[in-house]
């Protein structure tokens, strides 16, 4: 879970620096599978009974991906 969660953020970093807009859109898709990644983990934690406030998570994944998805839009040709 932490390894995936610092995948996110590091990649999007990684991605903006590159020059060429297909480096970029390869990083920012990088981070896409990371977040689901992520999220898989919110799920299985839920299932497993721990308490976390699963909810609010996944509203927090799925706004992170929406994000996601207009940066791939916008560097992409």
């Known amino acids: 879970m ?3 969660s610092v995948s996110v953020p590091a990649n ?3 991605g903006f620096k590159r020059r060429g807009r297909g480096d970029k859109a390869h ?5 896409q ?3 689901e990644e ?7 934690c839920r299932d497993l009974g721990y308490k976390i406030d699963y909810e609010s998570l996944a509203r927090q994944a799925e706004q992170i991906g929406r994000m996601l998805t207009g940066l791939i839009n916008a560097v992409r040709p």
């Open 33 to 35: 599978g990371s977040l």
């Open 12 to 14: 999007i970093v990684e």
């Open 38 to 44: 992520l999220r898989y983990y919110f799920i299985l």
């Open 27 to 31: 990083f920012y898709n990088i981070a």
């Open 2 to 4: 932490q390894r995936s």
